[in-house]
């Protein structure tokens, strides 16, 4: 399936094909025929999965089919209401990208910035408001925002939402929604606090649900380096020049962080290709071949990149950025050791991810043996940008060292002040 079988008026194709996207994922495949039929959606699906886009397209196209006279004053119509402002203008750009040959406007607010800018767009007018809960209920009590035009709204990231404790927020919100409206509420996962939230937003609704893969691999070898930031470079040079990795795919969170690594990979006389939304299908698909036929021994690939990456012999997976989704973890390293071959995954870990290594740590239930025997140990001397205030009357926690699991905790953290995710 291509996004030119699902019905998508010409505007949005357009800009998906600028944005490099050819095939829907799992959860817009599924989601946008329910969407584009005007019925309310229960998605359960976490960040990574290509929700964002599954969501946009159809409100944009929505909006787009009832769009009125350019000169009438916008009011608005779709409000997406989700948990912190990185995710807020993540969102807020994707409805840009996917909608800008649709002439649909969208802006974001959000707390912890003075609200003028903000006010100032809303003033203009728009189509489409992203927004977290605290800002738009503050904006609503002072007469910025008006919901009685409202005929789209999307609760993002429910469950994220009542751990931050804005139940009381997100129900006062509801209360003031136009009754007749088409909602959406995505959700990773679907404890009965949440089923009941649902129940109070929904009306008759489809489910989607896009299910992370569970077990780790058991043939999958892992090891982890601990490394500063800085040496992460140095490090992958020293473990791809030996021999051992014919194949190998490394996995950077962003589609720069990819190029960086190409570049020096380049340098260090390493030839490597990376594959990211930002190459154009015939590049990937001529790096991806390289790599099937043995000619090309490394890929740099963001993650929803190396979803149609289908090679059965690869031999190393580098996990050069930590995902921040564990869930992530698991579909890169089961990437090797598929068909019968064993394979390895090779993570490295900075003292700013080490919060990603315990969320993986729970979620595996596995050791990964720590690897010291490199040339670049993270000894904690890196200074990271975000220090954290520290009380320096009270003694300092050790949160990555227990006396059991050792296996995890051969390196004590740092000396110095880390930034805390
Ligand atoms: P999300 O789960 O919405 O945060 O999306 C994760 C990432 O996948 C974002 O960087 C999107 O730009 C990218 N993405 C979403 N849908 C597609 C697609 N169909 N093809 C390629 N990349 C996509």
Redesign the pocket.
């Known amino acids: 399936m291509t996004?030119n079988d699902l019905n998508l008026v010409e505007p949005i194709l357009k800009a998906?094909k600028e944005?490099?996207?050819?095939?829907?994922?799992p959860?817009?495949e599924q989601s946008i025929p329910i969407l584009l039929g005007y019925n309310d959606l229960l998605g359960c699906?976490?960040?990574?999965?290509?929700?964002?886009?599954?969501f946009a397209i159809p409100l944009l196209q929505h909006l787009f089919n009832t769009r009125s006279n350019e000169n009438q004053r916008r009011t608005i119509k779709a409000l997406v209401v989700t948990p912190t402002r990185e995710l807020a203008i993540?969102?807020g750009e994707?409805f840009t990208?996917y909608g800008k040959y649709t002439g649909i406007r969208n802006t974001v607010v959000f707390g912890g910035v003075k609200q003028k800018a903000q006010t100032n767009e809303l003033r203009k007018g728009v189509d489409i408001l992203v927004a977290t809960p605290g800002r738009l209920l503050d904006l609503m009590n002072q007469g910025f925002i008006s919901l009685k035009d409202v005929e789209f709204f999307v609760l993002d990231e429910a469950d994220q939402m009542l751990d931050m404790g804005f139940i009381h927020d997100i129900k006062k919100l509801i209360a003031k929604l136009p009754q007749k409206r088409q909602s959406l509420f995505f959700s990773a996962t679907m404890p009965p606090a949440i089923v009941q939230l649902s129940a109070s937003i929904l009306g008759q609704h489809e489910t989607v649900t896009i299910k992370p893969k569970q077990t780790t691999a058991e043939k999958v070898e892992q090891e982890l380096y601990y490394v500063s930031k800085g040496n992460k470079t140095n490090l992958l040079i020293e473990l791809l020049n030996k021999d051992a990795l014919t194949s190998s795919i490394v996995f950077s969170r962003t589609?720069h962080g990819a190029n960086k690594i190409v570049k020096h990979l380049d340098r260090a006389g390493i030839p490597a290709e990376a594959i990211h939304?930002n190459k154009s299908q015939p590049a990937r698909q001529r790096a991806l071949n390289s790599f099937k036929d043995g000619s090309l021994n490394v890929l740099v690939a963001?993650?929803?990149?190396a979803?149609g990456i289908d090679v059965d012999d690869i031999s190393h997976v580098i996990n050069y950025d930590l995902p921040n989704v564990p869930e992530t973890y698991v579909h890169r390293i089961g990437r090797t050791g598929r068909a019968g071959s064993s394979g390895t995954a090779l993570s490295f870990c900075a003292g700013d991810e080490r919060a990603f290594l315990k969320d993986i740590q729970k979620l595996i239930k596995q050791d990964i043996t720590v690897i010291e025997d490199h040339s670049y140990p993270d000894d904690g001397t890196e200074v990271l940008t975000v220090p954290q205030k520290r009380n320096p009357n009270k003694p300092r926690k050790n949160n990555f060292s227990s006396g059991k699991s050792k296996r995890w905790s051969t390196r004590k953290p740092a000396s110095r002040n880390r930034s805390n995710r």
């Open positions: 996004f998906l944005e490099g996207y050819t095939t829907p994922t959860i817009q699906a976490q960040t990574g999965t290509g929700k964002t886009a599954a993540q969102i994707s990208s589609k939304g963001t993650d929803i990149a979803r």
